[in-house]
C-alpha cells in the first residue's frame, strides 16, 4: 500500500503538471509576430532541436554503456537481487533526466518568438510571456523529479529501511545525463558566443545579434542547447541526488520517526513546489517598470510561503521528538542561505556594485587590465560564500544536535538542504526566463523591429542576464549543501556494507591524502578539457565567420550568410569535445577506489567537493561580472560602445564565457555526479 505522504506528493505534482498545461496551451495561443521574426525564429528552433537530437542520441548509448557496467558490478560482487533493479533504476533517472532538457529547450524556443511579439506593443506583457515559459520549464521539471523519485522508490519495494540505499541509481542516471547535457550546451553555446562576439563586434565593428553575423543564429540556438537544456537537466539531478541522499540519512532515524523521515524530503519539496506555484501566479509584469521587481516579489513570496509549510511540516512529519522546532529553525537556515547566495550573487555581478564597476573602469585601459580586474573579483567571490556555507552546516548541525536525538546532527544539516531545495521551482524559472529573454532580443534585432521594441527588450535582456547570474549562484549553493549530504550517505552505505562503524577520514593516512590530491587534481582537469573544447571550437567559428566577411554582399546587407554551416561546427565541436571529460569524471573515481579502497576514495571525494565548489564560484562570479561589465559600457559608460573600453571588455567577455556557461556549471554537476557515484558503485570499493 502506497504511503499517504507520497500521495500528496504525487498530488501536488498533478496539480504543477495541471498548471503547466494550461499555462503552455495559454501561451501556445498568443501572437507569433511578423514572418521576418518568425523566420528567424525558426531557425533557431531547428537548430536546438537538431542538435538535442544528435546530443542525446550519443548520451543514451553512453548511459546504455553504464547500466551495463553497474549490473555486471552487483552482479560479480554477490548482490544479484540488487543488480537489475539497480540498472533499472539508472537508467530510469537517466531517461528523466533527458526528458528534463528536452522540454525545458521545447518550451523555450516556442515561447522565444511570442516574447518578441508581445515586445512590439508592451514590455509588461513580454515579461509575463517569457516568465511564463520559464514557469512551464521550472514546474514540469521539479514535477517530474519528486515524480521520479517516488515512483522509483515504489516499484523497488518502498521498504524505508533497504530502498533508499537503491534508488541512489535512479539519482546517479540522472547526474549521468546532465553532465554531459551541461557539458555538451555549454560547449556548444560559447564557442558560438566568443565566435560571434570577436568577429562581429571587435574586429567588424557590428552589433550584437546583426543579421550579417553568420554565427549569430548558432550562439540563440546555444542559448537553449546550454541555458535552458543543459540546466534544465542539472536542476532535475540536485532535486532527486539531494532528496535521496536525504532519505538515506533518515534510514537511521527509523526508530524515532519511521517512514516519516524518510519522506520528509519529498514532501517538503513538493510543498516547496507548491508555494513556487502561488509565487509564479503573483509576478505580473507592468509597463515602464523593472523586471526584476516583480521577480524578485515573486521570489520572496515563494521563500516566506515554503517557510510556513516547512514549520508545519516538520511538526507533521518530525513531532515524534519534542524538540522538533530545532529542525525547522534548521531548514529557515537553508532558506536564509538560499536569500544570501542570491544577494551575494547580485553583488558580484551587477553593474550598480562596486566589482562590475571596477572591472569597466579598467578596461579604459585595455583587455589587459580588464582581465585582471575580472579574474580577482572571481578570486574574491570565494570568501563570503565559503563562509556561509560553513555557518550554515555548523548551525544547521548544532540545531539537529539540540532534539536530543542520536544522529540528529546530521539529519538538521539535511532538513536545511531541503529547506534551500524548495525554491527550486522557482528559481529554476528565473533561469529559463533568462535565455528566453535573451533569443527574443536576437529574434528582435534580426528581424529590423523599430527601435522602441529594441529598447524593451534590451531591459527585459539585462533582466535576464541578472537571473541566469542568480541562479547560478544559488546552484552552487545548493550543490554545496548537497555533496555533504550525499558524502554522509556514502559513509553510511560503506557502513551498511562492511558491517562497521565508518564515520571518521583519515587524512594522515597516505593512501587517503593521495586519493585528497587526485581528487583536486580532476577538478581542474575537467575544467581545463571544458574550456579548452570552447577554445578549440570557437577558433573553428572565427575562421569560417571570416571567410564569409569577406564576401562584400553579406557584409552589405544584401546577401543572406550561411548560418548552417556554423551551426555544423559548432554542433561537431561540441559532441566531439563532451566525450572524454564526462567519461574521465567517471572512470577516474571508479579506478581510485578500486585500487585504493573505501577511506581513499571518501578523502578523494572531500576534497574534489570542495575544490568544486571555490572553483566553480570563481568561474561563474568571474565570467558574470565581466558579461555585465560589458554591458555596462555598453549601456553608455566609460565611451560606450566601439570605444576602447568596450573593445577590451568584449575580449575579458569572451574569456568569461566558457567560465560561466560551460566549465562553472558543469562543475556544479560534477561534485554530485562524483558523490552518486561512490554510492552506486559502493560494492566495488570494499
Excluded at 562576439?197 to 554565427?215: Q, T
Excluded at 561546427?569 to 564526462?582: D, F, Q, Y
Aim: glycine share 10%; net charge negative.
Amino acid at each position: 500500500m502506497i504511503d499517504f505522504a507520497l500521495l500528496i506528493v504525487i498530488a501536488i505534482c498533478v496539480i504543477a503538471l495541471g498548471l503547466a498545461a494550461v499555462l503552455t496551451r495559454n501561451l501556445l495561443s498568443q501572437d507569433q509576430g511578423t514572418p521576418k521574426m518568425r523566420e528567424v525564429a525558426d531557425a533557431i528552433r531547428v537548430g536546438a532541436e537538431a542538435f538535442i537530437k544528435r546530443q542525446y542520441s550519443t548520451i543514451a548509448v553512453l548511459a546504455i554503456v553504464l547500466a551495463i557496467v553497474i549490473f555486471a558490478v552487483y552482479y560479480l560482487t554477490g548482490q544479484q537481487d540488487l543488480a537489475f533493479a539497480t540498472a533499472v533504476a539508472v537508467l530510469f533517472g537517466a531517461a528523466c533526466s533527458a526528458i528534463a532538457g528536452v522540454v525545458a529547450m521545447w518550451i523555450a524556443v516556442r515561447t522565444n518568438i511570442r516574447t518578441a511579439a508581445a515586445a512590439q506593443t508592451s514590455d509588461g506583457k513580454a515579461l509575463d510571456f517569457s516568465f511564463r515559459g520559464g514557469a512551464i520549464s521550472g514546474l514540469i521539471i521539479t514535477s517530474m523529479s519528486l515524480l521520479g523519485v517516488s515512483i522509483t522508490y515504489i516499484l523497488l519495494g518502498a521498504d524505508p529501511l533497504h530502498t533508499p540505499f537503491v534508488i541512489i541509481g535512479f539519482g546517479f542516471g540522472a547526474s549521468f545525463v546532465a553532465l554531459f547535457a551541461q557539458l555538451g550546451g555549454g560547449i556548444y553555446t560559447k564557442a558560438a558566443d566568443v565566435g560571434a562576439d570577436l568577429v562581429g563586434k571587435v574586429e567588424a565593428g557590428i552589433p550584437e545579434d546583426d543579421v550579417r553575423n553568420p554565427a549569430v543564429v548558432a550562439d540563440l540556438v546555444g542559448d537553449n542547447v546550454g541555458d535552458c537544456a543543459g540546466r534544465g537537466a542539472d536542476l532535475f539531478e540536485s532535486t532527486a541526488a539531494e532528496n535521496i541522499g536525504a532519505m538515506i540519512l533518515g534510514v537511521a532515524l527509523f526508530p524515532i520517526f519511521g517512514v516519516n523521515g524518510i519522506l520528509f524530503p519529498l514532501i517538503m519539496c513538493a510543498l516547496g513546489l507548491l508555494a513556487s506555484m502561488i509565487g509564479i501566479l503573483c509576478v505580473r509584469g507592468k509597463d515602464g517598470a523593472d523586471p526584476m521587481d516583480a521577480m524578485n516579489m515573486g521570489y520572496y513570496i515563494t521563500a516566506v510561503i515554503s517557510a510556513i509549510f516547512l514549520y508545519f511540516g516538520v511538526q507533521w512529519l518530525l513531532g515524534a521528538t519534542p524538540n522538533w522546532i530545532y529542525f525547522f529553525v534548521a531548514g529557515l537556515v537553508g532558506i536564509a542561505l538560499s536569500v544570501a547566495f542570491l544577494r551575494i550573487t547580485l553583488f558580484y555581478t551587477d553593474h550598480h556594485y562596486r566589482p562590475v564597476q571596477e572591472i569597466s573602469k579598467a578596461s579604459e585601459t585595455g583587455p589587459a587590465t580588464n582581465i585582471i580586474s575580472g579574474f580577482s573579483v572571481g578570486l574574491e567571490t570565494t570568501a563570503v560564500p565559503a563562509i556561509l556555507i560553513g555557518i550554515s552546516l555548523l548551525l544547521s548541525y548544532w540545531l539537529g544536535s539540540m532534539t536530543g536525538i542520536e544522529g540528529g546532527g546530521l539529519y538538521g544539516t539535511a532538513v536545511a538542504t531541503i529547506g534551500m531545495l524548495m525554491v527550486c521551482a522557482y528559481v529554476l524559472t528565473m533561469d529559463t526566463f533568462g535565455p528566453i529573454a535573451d533569443n527574443a532580443g536576437g529574434i528582435v534585432e534580426m528581424s529590423g523591429a523599430p527601435d522602441e521594441v529594441r529598447h524593451r527588450m534590451d531591459k527585459l535582456d539585462a533582466a535576464g542576464n541578472t537571473t541566469k547570474a542568480l541562479t547560478k549562484g544559488y546552484a552552487i549553493g545548493s550543490a554545496s549543501l548537497a555533496v555533504f549530504l550525499l558524502f554522509n550517505a556514502y559513509m553510511a552505505d560503506i557502513a551498511k556494507l562492511t558491517g562497521k562503524a565508518f564515520d571518521v577520514v583519515n587524512l594522515a593516512s597516505v593512501p587517503v591524502f593521495v586519493g585528497a590530491l587526485l581528487g583536486a587534481m580532476l577538478v581542474f582537469l575537467f575544467a581545463s578539457l571544458a574550456i579548452r573544447a570552447v577554445s578549440k571550437t570557437a577558433q573553428d567559428v572565427i575562421d569560417a565567420v571570416r571567410i564569409q566577411f569577406k564576401d562584400p554582399a553579406i557584409m552589405a546587407g544584401t546577401k543572406k550568410p550561411d548560418y548552417a554551416a556554423v551551426i555544423d561546427i559548432t554542433t561537431a565541436g561540441a559532441l566531439r569535445s563532451m566525450v572524454l571529460p564526462g567519461v574521465l569524471v567517471v572512470a577516474f573515481p571508479a579506478v581510485i577506489g578500486v585500487l585504493m579502497k573505501y577511506e581513499a576514495l571518501a578523502g578523494f571525494l572531500m576534497v574534489a567537493t570542495i575544490t568544486g565548489i571555490l572553483l566553480a564560484l570563481i568561474l561563474n562570479n568571474s565570467g558574470g561580472a565581466w558579461d555585465n561589465a560589458k554591458k555596462y559600457i555598453e549601456s553608455g559608460a566609460h565611451g560606450g560602445k566601439r570605444s576602447e573600453a568596450h573593445k577590451a571588455a568584449v575580449i575579458g567577455d569572451t574569456i568569461g564565457d566558457p567560465f560561466k556557461d560551460t566549465a562553472g556549471p558543469s562543475l556544479h554537476v560534477l561534485i554530485k555526479l562524483l558523490a552518486t557515484l561512490t554510492l552506486v558503485l559502493a560494492p566495488l570499493f570494499i
